[in-house]
């Protein structure tokens, strides 16, 4: 979930669930809607009762996903706060390989017809009016896919490493 500017009585909030196969993530179901504070607990209660199987709900740890957090920790299991650590741009340029080798996946929009809608406000990153839904794709696939650590082994493989050089005359 991510919502922004706490100060506002409405704004836009995205909620989105996703699921996992093998290499591939599949975006299930989208909550995108102007709410306030209590809108947005009937959202996250709403998504969890639709997708009971999920395990981690991720929520973006500023404006008030804290809060949210708060009322609900006790409610349902599995709210996880994410902090949004640099800026949206950063984040969405380190998940661009898994939507541009094909292993993001999107309902058909006659099944879904608010996936016109996302791929619009996607596709015009970092330049749309709001970019909700682009925060909430970024945080699934950055805990979907975490980027894999460099293991000592590896680590001490490549320092052994001797490439030529060459000098110019």
């Not at 199987?53 to 804290?66: I, L, R, V």
């Not at 409610?75 to 949206?88: H, R, S, T």
């Not at 791929?119 to 970024?138: C, E, Y």
């Not at 052994?160 to 110019?168: A, K, V």
Request: hydrophobic content about 40%; some cysteine.
């Amino acid at each position: 979930f991510k919502g922004k500017h706490a100060q506002r009585e409405r704004d836009f909030v995205s909620g989105h669930v996703y699921a996992k196969a093998g290499i591939d993530a599949y975006l299930m179901d989208r909550i995108y809607e102007k709410l306030d504070f209590t809108g947005t607990l009937t959202a996250f209660r709403t998504l969890t009762d639709l997708w009971p199987e999920t395990s981690w709900k991720y929520y973006e740890d500023a404006a008030n996903g804290p809060a949210v957090e708060s009322v609900l920790h006790a409610e349902i299991p599995g709210i996880v706060a994410v902090p949004a650590d640099g800026d949206l741009i950063s984040r969405a340029h380190a998940v661009t390989h898994i939507h541009e080798s094909g292993h993001l996946y999107l309902p058909h929009p006659v099944m879904c017809p608010w996936v016109t809608e996302l791929i619009v406000l996607l596709a015009a990153f970092p330049n749309a009016s709001h970019d909700d839904d682009m925060s909430s794709l970024t945080t699934a696939l950055r805990k979907m896919f975490p980027s894999p650590a460099l293991s000592d082994q590896a680590r001490a493989q490549r320092g052994r490493r001797r490439y030529p050089t060459f000098q110019s005359r």
